[in-house]
């Protein structure tokens, strides 16, 4: 796990802050597929033969930044503006223990991580990842909530699927 998040954190920190327009592929021991929209990254990688699926913010909000775990809501296609909601085409992630380093990030391994690497791949557009906090009475807050967009998201998360799908 030390070394799964050392090599999440140094692709962190090693990449420019500048928005990408597409999904990005990085080969080698570690086949990478990553999007960063200049405020968070949203990554699937291949370590040691296990899928692993990243969402690292910069600037986390204050209830995350202190938070130990947190759940995860993606929305393919959201609608601008729209919100995390429990109708329509939103998964969740439930209670992942997040990493503070330089940011907040959630890490999620196995099925989890392959299921959101197709919802991933099938987004038309965009692809909306948010932290949730959970309210009672089913009630939730959606923090942080980050668009990347999903153009060539199909064919680079394949590239990592095809070594470790």
């Known amino acids: 796990m030390r070394s799964l998040l050392a090599a999440f954190v140094t692709l962190a920190l090693a990449t ?13 021991g570690t086949p990478i597929a990553w999007f960063d929209n200049g405020d968070a990254q949203f990554q699937f990688a291949c370590r040691g033969g296990t899928l692993t699926m990243g969402f690292w913010v910069r600037q986390p909000d204050k209830t995350v930044s202190s938070a130990s775990a947190i759940s ?8 601008a503006g729209g919100r995390v909601s429990l109708s329509g085409n939103t998964s969740f992630a439930q209670y992942m223990p997040l990493v503070h380093l330089d940011g907040s990030s959630v890490i999620v391994r196995g099925p989890v991580a392959k299921q959101w ?29 980050n668009v990347f967009s999903a153009k060539g998201s199909k064919t680079m998360i394949g590239k990592v699927l095809s070594v470790c799908g």
């Open 72 to 79: 995860l809501a993606i929305t393919p296609d959201a609608s």
């Open 16 to 28: 420019p802050l500048a928005a990408a327009e597409h999904w990005q592929f990085e080969g080698g």
């Open 117 to 145: 690497a197709r919802i991933a791949q099938n987004a038309r557009d965009t692809m909306r990842v948010a932290f949730i906090r959970t309210k009672g009475g089913g009630a939730f807050d959606a923090l942080d909530a």
